[in-house]
């Protein structure tokens, strides 16, 4: 019968395919259209078949898409292959319930953690004694987040993996947090996690927001610590992790341009609720992008640039000092980070911004009123009076 024999992509010598099949790891049988593992001696289960669907709607499309979950059968055992996440495999066991053969756990049927709420990839394991959990992980695919407005569903791009593909956190219960492997990626991706799922209300499990649980392993050092590893200062990696952390604060800026007649910023369209939207994401992430810009030219070497002016600039430090009050102690910058941050605005309290800028902004013209496509009124009034008038409410973004 005629068959088509797949090589492996890359292999040191070449080897002549017998009439065995021999040098070939897949052999597709065109007779039956089923294809043949020949190192393991199994077989490859359609993607079209009610156990495939029912693996992959069920659990693994919460790893993977579906054209990267292999499931093989071999006298009657079933094996889940997904080789874009470092090859990890589950054995499907006769009770139904799906193994871990790389960790050792079974899928949990509660994927609840009580964090990363509405986070909908990621897949968690337990290790069962007797009738009782006795530990727990987490696998995570490393991609970029995305979380739309208004919204608590965030997504990995699973299609698009980093490098590393796949990050493990052990669930630590005596602790209420998720703890990293010993890579300072690892735990940049976990701050990145906690504050892309971040709601105003605390985690359950973490006794705190995601938001205040982000920024102190940014403030920790096993974010900052070790420059030198493989995950430091030359880890572009690393570094497009600190960038997209900054995006989690807002933007600010003044506006018109020119002018300078009250703030604008993207809080309406921003991912994150406005409570959430901390502009201490911005400069810590400023603060770390500099540690690594030290210790490359330290290195003699030539420090990767970064673009997060947006996120830090006079209006976010005005932004921060005037809630810095609110803000708890888990919530803040440490002390030092905030006199490199902030600079000048450190030591100004809420109210002492509040008074520089009507002082500043007392008499304004209305120029917005000509953009609303009315009469041009050619009044000076105050700032407080017109952001307070119906027409501001035409402002989208103004505050």
Sequence with gaps: SSKVYFRPRTFDEFVKVGSRGKGAEFILHWATRCIEDTLR??????????????????????LAPIDRVHVFHSNGSRT???PKLCGIQFSVLHSGRLQSIEYGGMVSENQRLGTLVGLQHGL??????GKSVVDKTLLVPHGRL????????????VADLRTPPLFVYAVRDDLGELHGQQDRLAWLYLAQLHAMTAHPLPDPFLKQTGTARALNLLRGGRCRGNLGCP???????????????????????LWPPGVNLCEINDLQDHPLPALCAHDGFGFLAKVLLQESSEAAIVACKKPI?????AHIGDISKRSYSRSRDLYGADARLLPGDEKTALGSYLHKSPAFCEDAELLRLRSVRLVAVPALD???IRVTANLRTLLLSPDAEELTGVT
């Design 41 to 62: 001696n199994r077989w490859l289960v359609d993607v079209r078949s009610d156990t495939f669907k029912e693996l992959w709607t069920k659990v693994f499309q919460r």
């Design 80 to 82: 889940v292959l997904l």
């Design 124 to 129: 968690v394991l337990e290790e069962i004694s």
């Design 146 to 157: 995305t979380r739309e407005p208004g919204s608590q569903e965030i997504s990995v791009a």
């Design 231 to 253: 995950s430091g200062w030359a880890s572009k990696a690393a570094h497009r992790a600190l960038v997209e952390l900054s995006h989690c604060s807002p933007s600010r800026k």
């Design 305 to 309: 640039q970064d673009n997060v002016d």
């Design 374 to 376: 009315r009469r041009p």
